[in-house]
């Protein structure tokens, strides 16, 4: 069974529900499991044990949220530890700006994670089409995290 972890922060509540959407596309996908978790009750050794990952943010002033950086920041030094682990992104806010999507997908580099797909970014309150949106990028991001298992070690 592979782990998905996805990492979000939310304080209106937009990004939560993204999070959850994301969360229940990845259990469409057989032998995955998914936590989801706020970034600030997450910890390093959270990102070092699952399998995938995705990052919610909301749009701060063109950029993720301080805390989410934070997080990236504690976590630099196990960068090796979780190179080439499928990932995602995506974001909410007021306008439609994707910043704060591309600001995450940095980090996703970064780190050298393997971005599976193309991130979501949510304007105002979430809509059907944010969340079936949300709900595609957690099943890519399962599919994903189950091939690289699946894949023979070197």
Do not use: H, W
């Amino acid at each position: 069974m592979v782990e998905v972890l996805v990492l979000y922060y939310s304080r209106t509540g937009r990004t939560e529900t993204l999070a959850n959407s994301v969360a229940e596309g990845t259990r469409t996908v057989e032998d995955v499991s998914v936590s989801v978790k706020r970034v600030d009750y997450a910890t390093v050794n959270d990102f070092i044990s699952c399998d995938a990952v995705a990052f919610g943010s909301p749009n701060y002033f063109s950029y993720m949220a301080g805390l989410m950086k934070d997080f990236f920041d504690k976590a630099l030094s196990i960068r090796e530890r979780v190179t080439g682990k499928p990932a995602v992104a995506f974001t909410s806010g007021g306008g439609s700006s994707n910043s704060a999507l591309l600001s995450l997908e940095n980090m996703i580099s970064s780190f050298k994670l393997q971005k599976v797909a193309e991130g979501v970014v949510s304007q105002g309150e979430p809509n059907e089409k944010d969340l079936t949106a949300c709900k595609k990028l957690g099943e890519a991001l399962a599919k994903a995290a189950i091939k690289r298992a699946e894949a023979p070690k070197d």
